[in-house]
């Protein structure tokens, strides 16, 4: 079975403070992916990042970063000098390579405020 | 827009109602997904097709409801007799071509279904 932990519900920080939101996973499959997607208000899920599980380099887009290490299953989310636009409810999730290989396993998500 | 594109965005029905959700993919995306999200949680699985055949369906799919995708290209999601309990934002996505389970799994904006 596949899981995935957003252990925080809501994070709530002050514009151009630095936030990091935290994933934890469980798989018993040695290839897998996971990724983070963004739901604005408006509902649709908007795509940030895909990363394979035999590569564990880190990544930097702009002002987001990501943190993924296998050793403790984690592949944490980090947004540097926080925007109101980065208001949001972000999830992880996780996709296995054995099973239903397309069917993807989400968090249950952090929500993030970002205030003036 | 190339997006994927569902409709109705809303819809409010009567208990024992049916409904029926339409979902157009990303041109030339041979999988397709539907997922279900209620509030506070991450979206769960329902079902995906690839091409016309629907591949994988989730213990989450009663009786009531069925989806297909009869030219491998727009799929439709009914509920058949509505309950309270199916109110819920139901999230369509598509993924390109290729058996890389990797590949990354693009959603649209959901279609929320309030039964009162």
Not at chain 2, 38 to 65: C, H, V
Request: with cysteine; charged share 20%; aromatic share 12%.
């Amino acid at each position: 079975a596949q899981k995935v932990t957003q252990a925080q519900t809501e994070i709530s920080v002050v514009e151009k403070e630095d936030v990091t939101l935290d994933c934890v996973y469980e798989t018993r499959d040695t290839t897998y992916y996971l990724f983070w997607y963004k739901q604005p208000p408006s509902g649709e899920l908007v795509f940030l990042i895909r990363r394979n599980s035999f590569d564990e380099q880190n990544e930097i887009s702009g002002r987001y970063s990501w943190n993924f290490q296998k050793s403790t299953s984690s592949f944490n989310f980090t947004i540097t000098a926080s925007q109101v636009v980065d208001s949001a409810v972000y999830f992880c999730a996780l996709r296995g390579n054995t099973g239903t290989a397309s069917k993807l396993t989400f968090g249950t998500g952090t929500r993030l405020q970002v205030t003036l | 827009d190339t997006g994927v594109s569902q409709d109705p965005r809303h819809k409010i029905t009567k208990r024992g109602q049916n409904v029926t959700f339409r979902c157009d993919p990303i041109s030339e995306h041979n999988r397709l997904y539907w997922y279900r999200q209620t509030l506070g949680q991450g979206p769960e699985f329902l079902t995906y097709f690839q091409n016309e055949a629907q591949l994988e369906k989730s213990r989450l799919l009663s009786d009531r409801f069925s989806a297909e995708r009869p030219k491998g290209s727009f799929s439709t999601l009914e509920i058949q007799r509505t309950e309270q309990g199916d109110s819920a934002m139901y999230l369509c996505a598509s993924s390109s071509k290729g058996g890389n389970s990797g590949n990354t799994i693009y959603f649209g904006e959901g279609s929320w279904l309030t039964v009162v």
